[in-house]
């Protein structure tokens, strides 16, 4: 190959990136973040029932979003199964998840025992509106409704026990 073909080739891929950086900046432009109010959603449940953000105003709210094709997000649901058994009488955790039907869920929440909390974003709306562009990803609510963290990639029940320990002040 010639070095023209290459340098065009190169060219046109650093091209693609920037479009897709730009337009995914763009998408982001109205998202919540640290230090913001969080946004009402409106997400049902497995069984239908719909859960609001503002009927827990006055307790800490985890948002964690997920996928069940998500290898990092299988790999870290032990851990958030752990500390949901431990602190959910402190923090209601939400598994957020992410653009897929409610039977695939409810076969992984069987296969897995699951006892956590899934919501359903079939839209990926709720996720754009907090920010949200990968899984897995952790939003941390204040018990006034502001966002105080964000965390990408997987967590530990360790690493959520620090963070609720500095939002109680202990």
């Given at each position: 190959?010639?070095k023209?073909v290459?340098q065009t080739?190169?060219?046109?891929f650093?091209?693609?990136i920037l479009?897709?950086m730009?337009?995914?900046?763009?998408?982001?432009?109205?998202?919540?973040g640290?230090?913001d109010?969080?946004?009402?959603?409106?997400l049902?449940?497995?069984?239908?029932?719909?859960?609001r953000?503002?009927?827990?105003?006055?307790?800490?709210?985890?948002?964690?979003?997920?996928?069940?094709?998500c290898?990092?997000?299988v790999?870290?649901?032990?851990e958030?199964?752990?500390f949901?058994?431990?602190?959910?009488?402190e923090?209601q955790?939400?598994?957020?998840v992410?653009g897929e039907?409610?039977?695939?869920?409810?076969k992984?929440?069987?296969?897995?025992?699951?006892k956590?909390s899934?919501?359903?974003d079939?839209?990926?709306?709720?996720s754009?509106?907090?920010?949200v562009?990968?899984q897995p990803e952790?939003?941390?609510?204040?018990e006034?409704?502001?966002?105080?963290?964000?965390?990408?990639g997987?967590?530990?029940?360790d690493?959520?026990g620090v963070?609720?320990?500095e939002?109680?002040?202990?």
């Open positions: 190959m010639n023209k290459i080739v190169v060219l046109v650093v091209i693609g479009i897709t730009v337009l995914g900046l763009r998408s982001q432009g109205s998202a919540v640290i230090g109010e969080a946004y009402d959603f409106e049902q449940d497995l069984e239908g029932n719909v859960h953000l503002s009927d827990y105003k006055g307790k800490v709210v985890m948002l964690n979003f997920f996928a069940t094709w290898s990092a997000c790999a870290e649901a032990p958030l199964e752990r949901n058994d431990e602190f959910k009488d923090v955790l939400f598994v957020v992410k039907t409610q039977n695939t869920v409810r992984y929440v069987d296969e897995k025992q699951s956590k899934y919501l359903f079939f839209t990926n709306s709720i754009r509106k907090f920010g562009i990968g952790t939003i941390v609510i204040n006034d409704g502001i966002i105080v963290d964000h965390f990408i997987g967590v530990t029940r690493f959520l963070v609720l320990n939002i109680k002040g202990r």
